[in-house]
């Protein structure tokens, strides 16, 4: 008896077995969630806004709003560099105290020490990424968990600001161009602080750096899933440091914009500027348990803090319930992350 021999396609695997489009769709779903998450955020600040505007006739005014920008500085630039670190699923709370001896740096630099304004600042700058550097050299190779590691960072700095200043604000009364850098203004004829300027080109180095870089691929893919991350070759160890450097720079820069501001170093400012800026980055749509987050949410989540903080001011409403709102405002946020992963 012979037997026939068994063609290719009887063998070949089923039609079924095929790879589907579902990847596509399940990416183009993240997608428009993502979207949809920045949208509800801008959504949220037209209301409040609309808000305060009904409620005071003398919020919706060039001047108001351009302080309303003029204060989202600080906290957006702060913001700006702990998305990052949100992003990889850490955390960061020396953001208020590392701003604040940066700013003491910066007159350490300039007024101590006379160096040329330029370089005073980019000192300020790196110094501020010194910080970051050491957070990220203890939560990647020691493996302290970031949120002690930045603790002890932050009363580790909140310290060393007092002792460098001698506990007494360093003031730029002779460096009239340090004054220019916030409040100086480029457009001709019109009032309008150049610290939104440098806010303005800080987001949109943060948004090239997480959406066209392999910074800002490896940065999600850490905070997504880090074990398989680091199975596929990539050295999570290095880029944790980076991304912590990167929000040091970030530090750094608010150090520099909030000194710049106030026309002085004052040692003991920065405290709560860290819970604003992850409040503003978690309003913004940025995920704590990590792999979500985008700049854009987090330019509107710094704004909302913002609107919020300038339209209570307005409305005399004391500082204690000021308090009360924002944390409200930032239970609710997080409640609505922890909605959006379990329907993911």
């Given at each position: 008896?012979?037997?026939?021999?068994v063609s290719?396609?009887?063998?070949?695997?089923p039609?079924a077995a095929?790879?589907s489009?579902?990847?596509?769709?399940?990416?183009?779903?993240a997608?428009?969630?993502?979207?949809?998450?920045?949208?509800l955020?801008?959504?949220?600040l037209?209301?409040?806004?609309?808000?305060?505007?009904f409620?005071?006739?003398?919020?919706?005014?060039?001047?108001?709003?351009?302080?309303?920008?003029?204060?989202?500085?600080?906290?957006?630039?702060?913001?700006?560099?702990?998305?990052f670190?949100i992003?990889t699923?850490?955390?960061?709370?020396?953001?208020?105290?590392?701003?604040?001896l940066?700013?003491?740096m910066?007159?350490?630099?300039?007024?101590?020490?006379h160096?040329?304004?330029a370089?005073g600042?980019?000192?300020?700058v790196?110094?501020?990424?010194?910080?970051?550097?050491?957070n990220?050299?203890n939560?990647?190779?020691?493996?302290?968990?970031?949120?002690?590691?930045?603790?002890?960072?932050m009363?580790v700095?909140?310290?060393l600001?007092?002792?460098?200043?001698?506990?007494?604000p360093?003031?730029?009364?002779?460096?009239?161009?340090?004054?220019?850098?916030?409040?100086?203004s480029?457009?001709?004829?019109?009032?309008?602080?150049?610290?939104?300027?440098?806010?303005?080109?800080?987001?949109?180095?943060a948004?090239?750096?997480?959406?066209?870089?392999?910074?800002?691929r490896y940065?999600?893919?850490?905070g997504?899933?880090?074990?398989a991350?680091?199975?596929?070759?990539?050295?999570?160890?290095?880029?944790?440091?980076?991304?912590?450097?990167?929000?040091?720079?970030?530090?750094?820069?608010?150090?520099?914009?909030?000194?710049?501001?106030l026309?002085s170093?004052?040692?003991?400012?920065g405290?709560?500027?860290?819970?604003?800026?992850?409040?503003?980055?978690?309003?913004?749509g940025?995920?704590?348990a990590?792999g979500k987050?985008?700049i854009?949410?987090?330019?509107?989540g710094?704004?909302i803090?913002?609107?919020?903080n300038?339209?209570?001011?307005?409305?005399?409403?004391?500082?204690?319930?000021?308090?009360?709102i924002?944390?409200c405002v930032?239970?609710?946020?997080?409640?609505?992350?922890?909605?959006?992963?379990?329907?993911?």
């Amino acid at each position: 008896m012979t037997t026939r021999p068994v063609s290719a396609a009887a063998t070949a695997s089923p039609p079924a077995a095929m790879p589907s489009p579902q990847p596509a769709t399940g990416g183009l779903s993240a997608t428009l969630r993502s979207r949809l998450q920045q949208f509800l955020a801008f959504a949220s600040l037209i209301v409040i806004f609309t808000v305060f505007a009904f409620a005071s006739p003398s919020f919706f005014t060039y001047p108001n709003v351009t302080n309303i920008l003029f204060s989202t500085v600080v906290i957006g630039t702060l913001a700006l560099g702990t998305t990052f670190v949100i992003i990889t699923g850490g955390i960061d709370l020396s953001l208020g105290t590392g701003m604040a001896l940066s700013a003491v740096m910066s007159g350490v630099f300039i007024v101590n020490l006379h160096l040329p304004l330029a370089v005073g600042v980019l000192g300020a700058v790196l110094f501020g990424g010194l910080i970051g550097l050491i957070n990220g050299f203890n939560v990647a190779i020691l493996r302290i968990p970031p949120f002690i590691a930045t603790l002890a960072m932050m009363l580790v700095a909140q310290g060393l600001a007092l002792v460098v200043s001698h506990s007494a604000p360093i003031y730029f009364n002779d460096t009239p161009g340090y004054f220019a850098i916030s409040t100086g203004s480029l457009i001709p004829g019109v009032d309008f602080p150049n610290a939104v300027l440098v806010l303005v080109a800080a987001a949109i180095t943060a948004g090239i750096l997480l959406n066209k870089t392999v910074l800002g691929r490896y940065t999600y893919s850490i905070g997504s899933n880090e074990e398989a991350t680091a199975l596929s070759g990539v050295s999570v160890r290095k880029w944790k440091i980076i991304v912590y450097t990167l929000a040091g720079l970030f530090i750094g820069l608010a150090g520099v914009m909030i000194s710049a501001r106030l026309g002085s170093a004052q040692p003991a400012t920065g405290a709560g500027y860290e819970l604003q800026a992850i409040a503003a980055v978690v309003i913004g749509g940025t995920s704590l348990a990590g792999g979500k987050g985008s700049i854009v949410g987090t330019a509107i989540g710094a704004l909302i803090i913002s609107v919020l903080n300038n339209g209570l001011q307005i409305l005399s409403i004391p500082q204690e319930w000021q308090n009360v709102i924002l944390g409200c405002v930032i239970l609710v946020a997080v409640y609505a992350d922890m909605i959006r992963k379990r329907a993911a």
